[in-house]
């Protein structure tokens, strides 16, 4: 997954290099506050920071005598140490090392993620207001319903991708915990200053209470988390798919020099990058139920957690930077079709101002269930057999009168439907 998706930024987070730098470095930091409260000599950190070391391939091999990737990583760094290893990780449980660990890992991983998110609101700001006037018809459905703009589908998009950075933000905030209270939290065997020289060090918060771990409600938050952002980038990838089915061909995916749509077909352009976030969504997601399954352990703790996590977390945040990256380029290199829009509204022969004569003849005196069996028995005609639908109602003696050609002129104009574009706008990218 690593090598296949990820940009190094991301990758090298869950480096096991990555893993094993971060633990050393809190191994240590619990050794630097153990000596400021006397109960190890200071002969002993100097020789810790000089030659504490790893080897992750020894570790590898040492692991697989001890079934235990911590003591395994001990054993390995005692090698360097020497005798004053004695005094690494005394009174703490494998625990305290990995989630503090991972948490330091998951605020690495959110300010990528929230790097990304940013980045893409730009471009769907730009691109809004490039479209802000370019009209299309709206759908429901997949029905044709009334003119919108294709700047008015960025402006939503560009709104739920803000509400995604603050989902993010609070993500951050919350798994940004960190525990050193020995083997099941009580700090039995070791201080709680010990605790919050390690988390301030970290820039992390000292888990007010904890068992044997950090509790996985504020991972399966982060992993949530994750599942939207990817709902939302499937959403948006989706519309694309459509807007660029050949019998619409309203907008379509950037297609390089060189390109290839397909092996037997030569002619083929086809929304590859859209169809690929899509499924990615589906793997994000599952992983959040994955999570979601990790909150309930037995007692104080269980491992059953552990083995999903190592592949459930870094997946997930690998694809959701990959996602966002691949989204961004999309939708800045997104081609549009202004000219097979105006088509398309046209397709329906002015059926889509519909509502507009329905409250004309409301506002004329008529009830409502009256105006709109009179409006659909034209519209119906002109569904089944073609036509003009604006003819249609001009020479419709019933409609005539109660409404005037005015008015009637007036619920065809494409204006009236975008005469808030540029509140909505304000209301946008604004507030």
Known sequence: MIDRYSRPEMANIWSLQNKYEKWLQIEIAVCEALVEKGEIPKSAIENIKSNAKFDPSHIDEIEKTVKHDVIAFLTNVAEYVGEDSRYIHMGMTSSDLLDTALAIHLKEASNIILHGLKAFSDILKKRAYEFKDTVMIGRSHGIHAEPVTFGLKLALWYSENQRNIKRMEHAKETISYGMVSGAVGTFANIDPSIEEHVCKKFALKPAPVSNQIIQRDRHAEY???????????????????????????????????????????????????????????????????????????????????????????????????????????????LLVYPENMKKNLDKMGGLIYSEGILLELVRGGIRREEAYKMVQRVAMKIWERGGDFKELILKDREIMKYITPAS???????????KNVNYIFKRVFES
């Open 223 to 333: 992993l949530t988390t994750l599942s939207l952002i990817g709902a939302s980038i499937e959403k948006i990838a989706v519309e694309l798919r459509h807007l660029q089915r050949t019998e619409v061909l309203e907008a379509e995916e950037y297609f390089s020099m060189g390109q290839k749509g397909s092996s037997a077909m030569p002619h083929k352009r086809n929304p590859i990058t859209a169809e690929q976030l899509s499924g990615l969504a589906r793997i994000v997601r599952s992983n959040a139920i994955a999570a979601m399954e990790n909150v309930a352990l037995w007692h104080e703790r269980d491992i059953s957690h552990s083995s999903v996590e190592r592949i459930i977390i870094p997946d997930s945040s690998i694809l959701i930077d990959y996602m966002l990256n691949k989204a961004a380029n999309l939708i800045d290199k």
């Open 408 to 418: 009637i002129e007036k619920a065809f104009s494409i204006n009236h439907h975008l």
